[in-house]
């Protein structure tokens, strides 16, 4: 299936063809493994937002890589880097382990450049793919009058369901970081969170303004639903958050922030549309409190069975409608993963304010 219907990379505006090679599966991802298969098909046109800048010797080109991905450059024992040099007849310079800057393309004729540029631009896409997460865009939910909300669906959950099948205490969120994530990003360098800023900022002044009037959105987290078909096998259990006024301008927003960041190669697209749930209730949390549910909406389906579930028949029957508490939305944040601020929420390497 993966002849037939092979993968494709967004990079730079323009969609690459993934060739089905023979990669290596790896545990541990380090500079002796060699990730590099047979050359790829790439165009030998260059986006704008790359120069290939004529010298006395040839062509050069300079290319920004957050170092954590250099070794996947570089390959097992170089032989990467010396496939992508020999192919492209360049030279690739690779900044040294521990430190910082572009990776250096040259070569005697320009398409070579472009081409090595391409293909490397190729294999750090697929390679950032594979990396977990480091932050994500989110609204915060943990205003006051909900985290009480939520303290009391806890008290009461437990109250009348504790002897319900892998019902436990242990997991339920943390009240302080309740939220609503919208997309997750991998930040590899401090000049990529500067990139993640400033298109939030954009996506303030182009389209988030407009939709919210220069004002707070007021909204209601009311009910609950489950992610996977069988209540009776429960992974996650969220909360639904509704705008007050009944329009959809939240789920607008949210929306239209992943299309713009998918767009700039700082998210991956995972679904038609944002779904926007608040979890209250994980199994993933049984072994790890912090852990994140990026995955969420795949625990209904087949696989191994790694996760403890829960039966929450009763949970759905006596709650269905409960109310946690009315929200005033007023920010976006680019909250990083496993932090946590004076508030008790996540860590925020930059938001946007509504008003």
């Known amino acids: 299936m993966e002849v037939l219907r092979p993968q494709l990379i967004k990079i730079e505006g323009r969609i690459y063809r993934k060739n089905f090679i023979q990669e290596q599966t790896y545990q ?8 590099y298969g047979e050359p790829m098909e790439c165009s030998e046109e260059l986006s704008d937002s790359c120069v290939v800048e004529q010298t006395e010797k040839g062509f050069q080109c300079a290319v920004a890589v957050p170092s954590p991905l250099f070794k996947y450059i570089i390959g097992k024992k170089g032989e ?17 382990p521990g430190m910082e800057g572009e990776i250096v393309i040259t070569g005697q004729q320009r398409g070579g450049v472009i081409s090595a540029k391409t293909r490397i631009d190729v294999l750090v896409e697929s ?7 480091t932050h994500f865009l989110s609204f915060s939910l943990n205003q006051p009058d909900v985290q009480e909300g939520f303290l009391k669906f806890q008290e009461k959950v437990l109250e009348k369901c504790s ?25 590899l360098s401090d000049q990529e969170i500067q990139w993640a800023c400033e298109l939030l900022q954009q996506c303030k002044e182009d389209f988030i303004s407009k939709i919210t009037g ?25 909360a639904k958050v509704h705008m007050k006024d009944g329009s959809d301008r939240l789920q607008l927003i949210a929306d239209q922030l992943v299309e713009r960041f998918v767009l700039s190669g700082l998210m991956m697209k995972e679904w038609d549309r944002v779904k926007l749930h608040a979890t209250v209730m994980n199994t993933l949390f049984r ?10 909406a795949l625990a209904g389906k087949s696989g191994p069975r790694e996760r403890e579930s829960f039966d929450g028949r009763n949970i759905l029957k006596l709650f269905e409608n409960f109310s946690f508490g009315d929200l005033c ?3 976006v944040h680019i909250s990083q993963r496993f932090s946590t601020d004076s508030s008790g929420y996540y860590a925020s390497s930059g938001q946007i304010d509504f008003s």
């Open 28 to 35: 541990h991802a380090d500079e002796d493994e060699d990730f």
């Open 80 to 96: 990467t880097r010396k496939k992508l040099e020999m192919e492209t007849r360049t030279s690739i310079n690779i900044p040294k």
């Open 127 to 133: 390679f950032r793919r594979k990396q977990p997460f």
């Open 163 to 187: 002897m319900d099948r892998g019902v436990s205490s242990c997991l339920f969120q943390n009240p302080a970081k309740l939220h609503l994530t919208i997309g997750t990003l991998v930040l």
């Open 214 to 238: 220069g004002k707070p959105l007021l909204a209601e987290m009311l009910g609950i639903e489950y992610m996977n078909d069988d209540p009776s096998m429960m992974d996650v259990l969220y």
């Open 287 to 296: 072994k790890d409190p912090t852990a994140e549910d990026r995955n969420s």
């Open 329 to 331: 939305l007023n920010s």
